[in-house]
């Protein structure tokens, strides 16, 4: 009997394939172990729990990531484009998009940022009381 495998997963673990659009075709993409460990700033060795998580959160960093590799290659390739922490680096920072090395939780009770009526992001007022 055989097993079949995630579709997103390498054998070896240390990538996770991912698509992205290129006008009409997609491009299968692979992010290196490494770049999720940098972006999201993990301990090593991370897990490969912990590299998905990364890839879950900085997916939309990582899709930025593949189109500006993708619009910089010259010539088209009909491989696998694979992405290292060099790349998501590149990418400009954007509204609502996690920075790179942001991944972090702060369990103290600093002022949150939230969006006001038009949509902007302001600062919460603090719930600590001095």
Known sequence: MTTS???????????????????SR?????V?????????????????????????RFRTLINAAAKLKLAGTAQRQ???LILESEDLR?????????LFGSF???N???????????GALAAAASDDRA
């Open 26 to 30: 997609r491009v299968g993409c692979m």
């Open 108 to 118: 103290s009770r600093a002022a949150r940022v939230l969006p006001d009526e038009c």
């Open 5 to 23: 495998q995630d579709a997103n997963q390498v054998p070896d673990d240390r990538f996770i394939r991912f698509e992205v659009q290129d006008g």
């Open 78 to 80: 009909d491989g696998c």
């Open 104 to 106: 972090f939780r702060d």
């Open 90 to 98: 590149r990418v400009p920072p954007e509204a609502g998009v996690p």
């Open 32 to 56: 290196s172990g490494e770049a999720l460990e940098a972006a999201a700033g993990l301990a090593l060795p991370s897990t490969s729990l912990s590299r998905r998580r990364s890839f879950d």
